[in-house]
C-alpha cells in the first residue's frame, strides 16, 4: 500500500513500524541514554523506539523535545524514520537537526506496529507481512 | 509556500550547512502552519538558555551548530541562564552545573548573540517599534512585544528562534498576520488593581478563560497601567493560558490605532481577584527565599524593594532578578548598596524557574510573580506564597509569611 505525505524532512527510510495513537512527548517522555518510551501510562510505555519507523498522531510537550530528538540520534538511539497525522514545531525541528526522515498529512489508522514501512520523499510504502492476502 | 531567489540559495546551502539547516528549519515550520511566505525580522529573542531545562542534548546541539558556522544575521538577545553568570560562586551554584551553563552561553556567543540573559530584552536594548516583525520566544516577552509595543511576533520556541536569527527570517502567519491580532474576548474587569500581584492574579485568571482567543480589557476609570502593570498581566496570562497578545483599551498601542474589537467578541466579568489568589496562594509559612523579578526586575521595581525595605535587616533570603544591564543601573543608583545593606540580593542573568534551587536547599518561595508561581510549583514542585510585593519584602523581613 502506498501513502502520500507531506515531507517535512525530505529524505529515505526504511524499518518496522512501531504505532502510537497516543502524541508523544519527547522531553522527559522518551529516555535519550535508553531509547525507551518512558512516560507512565502511554500506549508505547517501556517500548525501544531506535531503528524504528516511529507513527503517531503528532508531538506534545516541551519545545526541549526537539533536543531529546538530537541526542537520541548522538547516542544511535533514534527512529529510522518520523510519520506524523499532523506535525508540529517540536517533532518537525527535532527530525530536521536530528536528520530523521519525516513525513506528515498521513492517515496512520493505515499503519499497524509491526509492518514495513519505507518513508521516500513524499511517500510512504506499507507491508505487512503477516496477513492473508 | 514562494520563497526569495536569496532564501532558496540559503536553503540550497550557499551560506553553508549551519544556515542550511537553519532555513530547513524556518521553511518546514511554514508549511506545517500552512504559511504563504516568509517575513524578514528585525531582531530576536532565543529562549533555551538555562541548563537546567535544556540539559545535556540542548549543550551539545548548540555546540555542534556553533562549530559548524552557525552565525545570527539580526540583533539577537538571550533569555535568561540558570544561574548569575558572575557570581555562581558566591551564590552556592553547583560547580558541574556551572560548567555546563557557561558552555552554553559560550555557544550562544560563538554564533554572535548578545548574552543579555534576560526575559526583558525590551528593558535592556532590544525594544521593537511598533509592527514590526520580529521572532521571539519566551513567552512573557513575546506578550510584552506584541501586546505593549505592538510589534508581530508568534511564540517561537528556542531552535526556531534561533533558525530565524540565522536567517533573518520567520514564516509568515498567526500573529504576522493582521487578521489574527482582532480581539474576541472582552474582558471586564471591575476588580480593585491596586498592585502588580494584583495585576498577576487577574492575568492568571484570565489566561484560563480565553481558550486561544486574544483578549481585549476594559479597566476601571482612573486605573493606567504602566510597563510594569502590564509585564506582570502578560506574564501570568501566558503562563497559564499561553496568550501571546492581549489588547487593552485606550492604554496599548494597537487598540488606540484602530478598532481590534471582532464583533463576535465574548464579554466576560471580573470582579473579584480572590479566586486567583486563592488559586495562586499556598499555605507554607517558612519562607526559604523570597523573589522579585518574574519577569526581570525593572530599575522602578528595585527601587520600590529598596524603599520598603527602609535599612531593615532579613531575616530570610531575599533575590531581585534582573537583566545585568538593570543591575548596573541599580548599582550607579546606590539601590545595590541599599538592598544588599539589609541581607538581600540582586542576581543578575537568571532564572529560578531552571536554577537548581534544591540544590541550594530551597524548597519555600514568596513571590508576587503569577508566572513565578505557577512554574515554581510545576517545574521545580516547591511550596509558593503568592501576595503583593510590600508582603513578600514583611516576609523577607520577617522570615515567614504573615498573615
Not at chain 1, 536530528?98 to 498521513?106: F, G, Q
Not at chain 1, 519505507?118 to 503477516?130: A, E, K
Not at chain 2, 480565553?210 to 493606567?224: E, I, K
Not at chain 2, 474589537?261 to 464579554?267: F, K, M, N, W, Y
Request: with cysteine; net charge negative.
Amino acid at each position: 500500500m502506498k501513502l502520500q505525505g507531506r515531507a517535512i524532512r525530505r529524505g529515505y527510510a526504511k524499518g518496522e513500524a512501531l504505532v502510537s495513537h497516543q502524541p508523544i512527548g519527547f522531553f522527559g517522555g522518551v529516555d535519550p541514554q535508553t531509547g525507551m518510551i518512558v512516560e507512565a501510562g502511554h500506549q508505547l510505555e517501556g517500548q525501544p523506539i531506535g531503528g524504528r519507523i516511529l507513527v503517531f498522531p503528532q508531538g506534545k510537550g516541551s519545545t526541549v523535545g526537539s533536543y531529546t530528538l538530537y541526542q537520541l540520534r548522538k547516542n544511535g538511539l533514534a527512529p529510522a524514520g518520523i510519520i506524523n497525522e499532523q506535525s508540529e514545531a517540536i517533532v518537525a525541528v527535532g527530525a530536521i537537526i536530528a536528520d530523521i526522515p519525516m513525513i506528515d498529512s498521513i492517515d496512520i489508522s493505515q499503519i499497524a506496529t509491526g509492518d514495513t514501512v519505507t518513508i521516500d520523499g513524499t511517500l510512504v510504502q506499507v507491508n505487512r507481512v503477516n496477513t492473508q492476502a | 509556500m514562494r520563497l526569495t531567489r536569496e532564501e532558496e540559495a540559503a536553503l540550497r546551502g550557499n551560506r553553508g550547512p549551519a544556515a542550511r539547516k537553519a532555513m530547513e528549519i524556518v521553511v518546514a515550520l511554514g508549511e506545517v502552519y500552512g504559511a504563504e511566505e516568509l517575513v524578514p525580522v528585525s531582531s530576536v529573542q532565543v529562549a533555551g538558555v538555562s541548563y537546567g531545562n535544556i540539559g545535556q542534548a540542548g549543550l551539545e546541539f548548540l555546540s555542534e551548530w556553533a562549530q559548524q558556522g552557525a552565525r545570527v544575521v539580526v540583533p539577537t538577545t538571550l533569555n535568561p541562564a540558570g544561574m548569575d553568570l558572575e557570581a555562581w560562586q558566591e551564590l552556592g551554584i553547583p560547580e558541574a552545573y556551572a560548567l555546563s551553563q557557561l558552555e552554553v552561553t559560550e555557544a550562544y556567543r560563538d554564533m554572535g548573540i548578545t548574552i543579555s540573559c534576560s526575559c526583558t530584552p525590551y528593558l535592556v536594548g532590544n525594544s521593537p517599534a511598533l509592527h514590526e516583525h520580529v521572532a521571539w520566544s519566551e513567552s512573557s516577552a513575546v506578550s510584552y512585544a506584541n501586546s505593549v509595543l505592538g510589534a508581530r511576533t508568534n511564540r517561537e520556541g528556542g531552535p526556531s528562534a534561533l533558525a530565524a536569527a540565522i536567517t533573518g527570517r520567520t514564516a509568515k502567519y498567526g500573529l504576522h498576520l493582521e487578521q489574527n491580532r482582532q480581539a474576541r474576548l472582552v474582558v471586564e474587569a471591575a476588580c480593585a488593581l491596586r498592585s502588580l500581584a494584583d495585576f498577576s492574579a487577574l492575568g492568571y485568571m484570565v489566561g484560563q478563560r480565553t481558550a486561544d482567543r486574544v483578549p481585549y480589557f476594559r479597566l476601571n476609570a482612573g486605573v493606567r497601567p504602566g510597563p510594569d502593570e502590564l509585564k506582570a498581566l502578560g506574564a501570568a496570562m501566558a503562563a497559564s493560558g499561553a496568550v501571546a497578545l492581549y489588547h487593552v483599551q485606550g492604554v496599548t498601542p494597537e487598540a488606540r490605532l484602530r478598532d481590534v474589537l471582532a464583533t463576535d467578541a465574548e464579554v466576560i466579568n471580573i470582579e473579584s481577584l480572590e479566586e486567583g489568589y486563592e488559586s495562586l496562594d499556598g499555605s507554607q509559612r517558612d519562607i526559604d527565599l523570597v523573589w522579585i523579578g518574574c519577569p526581570h526586575a525593572s530599575l522602578a521595581e528595585i527601587e520600590h524593594v529598596a524603599d520598603e525595605l527602609a535599612g531593615r535587616r532579613l531575616k530570610a533570603r531575599l533575590w531581585i532578578t534582573a537583566a545585568r544591564d538593570v543591575l548596573n543601573a541599580a548599582k550607579s543608583r546606590r539601590l545595590t548598596d541599599r538592598i544588599e545593606g539589609c541581607g538581600g540580593r540582586i542576581v543578575a542573568d537568571a532564572c529560578l524557574i531552571g536554577a537548581p534551587l534544591r540544590e541550594l536547599n530551597i524548597t519555600s518561595v514568596a513571590t508576587n510573580s503569577g508566572k513565578g508561581t505557577f512554574y515554581l510549583r510545576s517545574h521545580q514542585g516547591l511550596q509558593v506564597r503568592f501576595g503583593s510585593l510590600v508582603q513578600c519584602v514583611e516576609c523577607a523581613v520577617a522570615g515567614r509569611w504573615l498573615a
